[in-house]
Nanobody, 127 residues
Framework: QVRLVESGGGLVQAGGSLRLSCVVS????????MGWFRQAPGKEREFVAA????????YYADSVKGRFTISRDNAVSMVYLQMNSLKPEDTARYYC????????????????????WGQGTQVTVSS
């Protein structure tokens, strides 16, 4: 069973930066795409970014494009989300997750295409 543990969240002022990390175990990490989602209070979980198993493809939600960067290190089974120019509307709990299908040729933005969710890490951006 895949296990994911996120870290790196915190409180930051608008315009600041944070780097989220996620370590994955219980699965051959290097053959699965990875995604980051976020959920604000009272809202549905929404897609943020995804990266293919070999880092060739990356995809971002329009709301974070140009500010966030997803990356991964298959040698240590970790995925990262560098968040720059943070805005108050980025405030949410951030979750990493693993694709359901190995070596998929496309990246998905929907929660049901992923399985295994961590506890999340809280990001709060003050104005």
């Amino acid at each position: 069973q895949v296990r994911l543990v996120e870290s790196g969240g915190g409180l930051v002022q608008a315009g600041g930066s944070l780097r989220l990390s996620c370590v994955v175990s219980g699965r051959t990490f290097s053959i699965y795409a990875m995604g980051w989602f976020r959920q604000a209070p009272g809202k549905e979980r929404e897609f943020v970014a995804a990266i293919s198993w070999n880092s060739v493809m990356r995809y971002y939600a329009d709301s974070v494009k140009g500010r966030f960067t997803i990356s991964r290190d298959n040698a240590v089974s970790m995925v990262y989300l560098q968040m720059n120019s943070l805005k108050p509307e980025d405030t949410a709990r951030y979750y990493c997750t693993s694709d359901r299908v190995a070596l998929r040729a496309v990246l998905s933005t929907t929660t049901w295409e992923y399985d295994g969710w961590g506890q999340g890490t809280q990001v709060t951006v003050s104005s």
